[in-house]
């Protein structure tokens, strides 16, 4: 599905210069502090927003209509500077459910088709919202409504399963001041966003299931608060909720609040990733672009940014000119000073050692006894389209571990480990004289069971 690199340790995480001031730093303390910022922003800066990115893990995405499938203008900047990208209409209920049982997935999967041809992955939006609703919805109230937001869910997941990293499936369910917002679906009783989560991780246990709104990025604000609380709720309860949307529409009125960095923290801290899903600024501030991308920099747990748009002339809020190429499809000061922000960035993508990666319910094997040794796989790193895991043998330095992934994952590297690869859905390792840790890269292709592994003694 994803233009996937053979070996994605390799694409930029590891910056060559700033890792050698780093050593440096060690050694001769403060001498290396100007040696750091000038590596770190030379030699190693990347020019188009998805390599800046993609250099910390995160991905940068644009949103497009159907219709921009006709644009060749857009198109060419969207496969040189985007590697994410969001639907701006096409995977809404009233597009892809316009009638009750009947779905139709035409323009969202001609969407879905040129992104991942051209290399790129898709956010899927959005699968419950008060706005843009099937007419069959605004017909129906209490029970029926929610088994038809339900039923929506299970058709759409359905129909995209495994292809998506991340959904919204609920938008915007918050009032400004942090109770929830009046609409049909709220008086189908006030579970129905948990009841809305619980049908989306049944139906495609691969996709991270996000919630998403608008006016939640200041940390002191009402609504804020609202979600905050909320997602934290679900999390003590175990309601599946996997990401945070933050719409980051700093346009109509909004902008930039000094606390943004705070609250991306603070929802991180809970145990889901965060992300910038549909960002635009009035006349697209430099100061506020630069300001939001770092926010997301610092953010271990940020995962992307996404402008809803690529052109002022793309932009649902075009008289503000809030994006970051004008009309003729040329690079404004702002797309300077977020590539810059994405450059300056250090801190890896790191979506926490304690989540399993995507599917809860496939358990991690802790290990399967064979002879007399043991394998314990723990998470490592995890992205949004692969995961690192690290095995640690015990009960022999002589060790022989089998590994397995199910079809499509893969294993796409090793390290501290000398393997063999009867295939890429399975390696053999033996100790490369690197000690009884070892750790493996696997690309998900949609599907995050982890591995079974065996241990035998030779
Ligand atoms: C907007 C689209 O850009 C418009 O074309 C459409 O008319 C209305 O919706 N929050 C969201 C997006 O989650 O789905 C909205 O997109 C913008 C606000």
Known sequence: MNDVPAHPEHRGHFRPLLGGAVTLAVVV?????????????ASAAAS??????????????????????????????????FDMMTA????KPDATEP??????????????????????????HTLAWHGQQPNFWRNLSGSSLRSAMLEHINGVLTHYKGKMPYWDVVNEAFAEDGSRRQSNLQATGNDWIEAAFKAARAADPSTKLCYNDYNIENWTYGKTQGVYNMIKDFKSRGVPVDCVG?????????????NFQTTLQNFANLGVDVALTEVDVTNASTSQYAGLTQAC????????????????????RSSESPLLFDGSGNKKAAYTSVLNALNAG?????????????????????????????????????????????????????????????????ISSVWNVSGTWPSSQVMIGKPNGSGNNFGVTIMTNGNWTWPSVSCSTS
């Open 29 to 41: 303390g403060s001498v290396a502090v100007a040696t750091l910022s000038t590596a770190g922003t």
């Open 48 to 81: 188009t927003l998805k390599a800046g990115a993609e250099a910390t893990g995160r991905y940068f995405g644009a949103a497009m209509g159907a219709d921009r499938l006709s644009d060749s203008g857009f198109l060419a900047i969207a496969s040189r500077e």
């Open 88 to 91: 701006v209409n096409e995977m």
């Open 99 to 124: 009638y009750s049982g009947q779905f139709n997935f035409s323009a969202g999967d001609s969407i879905y088709n040129w992104v991942t041809s051209h290399g790129m992955r898709m956010r899927g």
């Open 246 to 258: 933050f719409q980051t529409h700093f346009t109509g009125g909004s902008s930039l609040p000094s």
């Open 297 to 316: 920099m610092n953010v271990s747990r940020c995962v992307g940014i996404t402008t809803w748009g690529i052109r002022d002339s793309d932009s649902w």
């Open 346 to 410: 250090s801190s890896t993508v790191s979506t926490g050692p304690s989540q399993q990666p995507g599917n809860p319910s496939s358990s991690p094997t802790s290990g399967q006894q064979g002879g007399s040794c043991t394998a314990t796989l723990s998470a490592g790193q995890q992205w949004g389209d692969r995961y690192n895991l690290n095995v640690s043998v015990s009960g022999s330095d002589n060790w022989t571990v089998t590994m397995n992934v199910p079809s499509p994952e893969r």
